[in-house]
Each structure stands twice: as C-alpha cells, then as structure tokens.
C-alpha cells in the first residue's frame, strides 16, 4: 500500500481557534476526541494558524486529505480558511448549532467545561466520526 493511498483513507477534522470563548474550546476537544478516541487511525487535525499563515506541508495536507471543519461561530474560521487553501472540504459543522440544541445549559467557560459542555462534545465528535467513518470505508473497498 503507497503513502499515498493511506493519506487517502484519512481525514482531518480542524476546529477554529476560538480562543477566549466556550465555543471554541467544544471546538477543539470535539476534534481531541474524534483523533484520540474515536477514529484514531483514520482522524487527524492540523494548526489552523499554520494553514492561515500559509505553511507549505499543512496547506498540502488540506488539499490532499477531506476536511470536517467545525467553527465556534458565524465567522466560519476553519470553514473559511481551510476553503481559501484551497482545501477539500467534505462538510463544516457549527458548534452554535449543536449547542442551540441545548438551550439554557450551562457550557462552561472558555478553560473548563462544564458536564454539560462535554455531552456537546461528544455529540458533536459523534456527528464528525459518522460522516468520516463511511469516506475511510468506500476508499477500502
């Protein structure tokens, strides 16, 4: 099997930076969780500020391998960037819209999550690992 059939079977799921805010840190342990846990073989992630800052090897990557971007909020940061390199982008996912569905809860903060704050988590990693998981397979076959 070539370098190159095996970087077909992946896919990168790429969080916003969200720095500052709860929904950006969901963001980002949504992806920890699909790459360690769920999908660990299939999953990876790249830094969304080396894709912006142009970086040669993460701006291949995103052409290269399909993208789950999931962004915090409406600006669509992943989304958008990943799109700007040129990226292959499979389906965004926002955060803001999994959480609409848990209105009134409490989160957590933009350090800690709250219990709640983890159920959106894993909700939404199961919603990245189900689209991924049937791109790995079709490309096995």
Request: proline residues 4%.
């Given at each position: 099997?070539t370098?190159a059939?095996?970087?077909?079977?992946?896919i990168?799921v790429?969080?916003?930076s969200?720095?500052?805010?709860v929904h950006?840190?969901v963001s980002r342990?949504?992806?920890y969780?699909?790459?360690?846990?769920?999908?660990?073989k299939?999953a990876?992630?790249v830094?969304?500020?080396?894709?912006v800052?142009?970086d040669?090897?993460?701006v291949?990557?995103?052409k290269?391998?399909?993208?789950?971007?999931?962004d915090?909020c409406p600006?669509?940061c992943?989304?958008?960037?990943?799109?700007?390199?040129?990226?292959?982008?499979?389906?965004g996912?926002?955060?803001?819209?999994?959480?609409?569905?848990h209105?009134?809860?409490?989160?957590?903060?933009a350090?800690?999550l709250s219990?709640?704050?983890?159920?959106?988590?894993k909700?939404l990693?199961?919603?990245?690992?189900q689209?991924?998981?049937?791109m790995?397979k079709?490309?096995e076959?």
């Amino acid at each position: 099997m070539t370098n190159a059939m095996n970087e077909s079977q992946k896919i990168l799921v790429i969080p916003c930076s969200g720095v500052g805010k709860v929904h950006g840190l969901v963001s980002r342990e949504a992806v920890y969780h699909v790459t360690d846990e769920l999908l660990p073989k299939q999953a990876d992630t790249v830094c969304l500020a080396l894709l912006v800052s142009g970086d040669e090897e993460t701006v291949e990557k995103v052409k290269q391998i399909p993208c789950i971007t999931l962004d915090g909020c409406p600006k669509l940061c992943a989304y958008k960037n990943v799109a700007l390199s040129g990226g292959n982008i499979a389906k965004g996912i926002r955060v803001y819209d999994v959480m609409k569905r848990h209105r009134g809860a409490n989160f957590g903060t933009a350090t800690a999550l709250s219990e709640e704050g983890w159920a959106v988590v894993k909700e939404l990693a199961a919603e990245v690992a189900q689209t991924a998981e049937p791109m790995g397979k079709s490309i096995e076959e």
